[in-house]
């Protein structure tokens, strides 16, 4: 499998390297390069070649915040827009710290979908009601509280099927 990224490509090393450190990003180069049999200074080259190509952009740690004694609510929300204004809401929306996620899609009308988070549903209304209701061009919300999660992940790299 080849991917490109303007000059820069990633071979099928490259890809188990990727997989790999998805699994568990705190594997040292000599884990990783035993277990692809290889030399653990060509993991390293390969992960800052990939680093600075723009493959790999960033490590995080998953948290799990209930069990942090900080429980949080999630929802979903889908804002209406005037298309024109479409952009600029996103863009807006980007920045608070309670939006996880935003992007725009175009269903039967262009909307923007949102995952927000919230120590509770008074918190979450008041963030809808002050930051968002008041943008220009947002014409409809609609918020749906997560009750229970089935599955939360990332894409991952799969391994090759031979």
Same mark, same amino acid.
């Given at each position: 499998?080849?991917?490109?990224?303007?000059?820069?490509?990633?071979?099928?090393?490259?890809?188990?390297?990727?997989?790999?450190?998805?699994?568990?990003?705190?594997?040292? @180069?000599?884990?990783? /390069?035993?277990?692809?049999?290889?030399?653990?200074?060509? #993991? @390293?080259?390969?992960?800052?070649?990939?680093?600075?190509? /723009?493959?790999i952009?960033? @490590?995080?740690?998953?948290?799990?915040?209930?069990?942090? /004694?900080?429980?949080?609510?999630?929802?979903?929300?889908?804002?209406?827009t005037?298309?024109?204004?479409?952009?600029?809401?996103?863009?807006?929306?980007?920045?608070?710290?309670?939006?996880?996620? #935003?992007?725009?899609?175009?269903?039967?009308?262009? #909307?923007?979908?949102?995952?927000?988070?919230?120590?509770?549903?008074?918190?979450?209304?008041?963030?809808?009601?002050?930051?968002?209701?008041?943008?220009?061009?947002?014409?409809?919300?609609?918020?749906a509280? #997560?009750?229970?999660?089935?599955?939360?992940?990332?894409? /991952?790299?799969?391994?090759?099927?031979?």
């Amino acid at each position: 499998m080849k991917s490109k990224s303007q000059d820069a490509t990633l071979d099928d090393l490259d890809m188990q390297i990727l997989r790999l450190l998805q699994e568990d990003a705190k594997q040292t @180069y000599s884990e990783i /390069g035993n277990k692809l049999n290889v030399a653990h200074s060509t #993991v @390293y080259d390969r992960i800052q070649k990939m680093e600075q190509s /723009g493959f790999i952009t960033k @490590y995080e740690a998953m948290v799990d915040t209930e069990r942090m /004694g900080i429980p949080l609510i999630t929802a979903q929300i889908i804002i209406t827009t005037d298309p024109k204004e479409t952009e600029n809401i996103a863009k807006k929306m980007a920045r608070y710290d309670q939006v996880l996620e #935003v992007a725009t899609s175009f269903s039967e009308e262009l #909307v923007i979908t949102a995952k927000v988070v919230a120590k509770d549903q008074a918190e979450l209304h008041s963030f809808v009601a002050r930051s968002i209701a008041p943008l220009p061009g947002v014409l409809r919300i609609r918020t749906a509280i #997560v009750t229970r999660k089935y599955k939360e992940e990332r894409f /991952g790299i799969k391994p090759r099927k031979e």
